[in-house]
């Protein structure tokens, strides 16, 4: 399958990780729109928010379990934002889900 994300995954692709453990990834967006923007994915190819199911849920639990060391580790002790774009209303542009942690300063409030 022809995923950035997956490939990243692989290391095929190189990525400035800043958190890795057996299950998910997250690693700094080559096009950061705030100061800290991370992104994080499950290693596993999901294909979006929408594709979520009982069977695949699990690790969609343990990324948000494991934001908040990701954000200390990026010194977000101020507040931050988690986005999931979805489908081609939502923006999404790399068909494999994950979530963008955005901060590093006070963001814009309109969020569509
Ligand atoms: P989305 O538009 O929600 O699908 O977000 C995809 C994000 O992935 C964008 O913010 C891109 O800048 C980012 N991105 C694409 N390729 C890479 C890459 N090789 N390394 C890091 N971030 C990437």
């Given at each position: 399958m022809d995923c950035i994300f997956c490939k990243i995954v692989k290391g095929e692709i190189p990525s400035s990780k800043v958190y890795e453990d057996d299950k998910i990834l997250?690693?700094?967006?080559?096009?950061?729109?705030?100061?800290?923007?991370?992104?994080?994915?499950?290693?596993?190819?999901?294909?979006?928010?929408?594709?979520?199911?009982?069977d695949n849920s699990s690790v969609v639990a343990h990324?948000?379990?494991?934001?908040?060391?990701?954000?200390k580790s990026c010194d977000l002790t101020n507040g931050y934002r988690i986005i999931t774009n979805v489908g081609e209303d939502g923006c999404?542009?790399?068909?494999?889900?994950?979530?963008?942690?955005?901060g590093g300063k006070k963001l814009a409030e309109a969020l569509g």
């Open positions: 997250a690693f700094r967006d080559i096009a950061p729109q705030a100061p800290v923007h991370v992104i994080v994915i499950p290693k596993v190819h999901i294909p979006s928010a929408d594709a979520i199911t009982p990324i948000f379990e494991t934001i908040p060391t990701i954000a999404q542009s790399v068909k494999h889900i994950h979530f963008h942690i955005l």
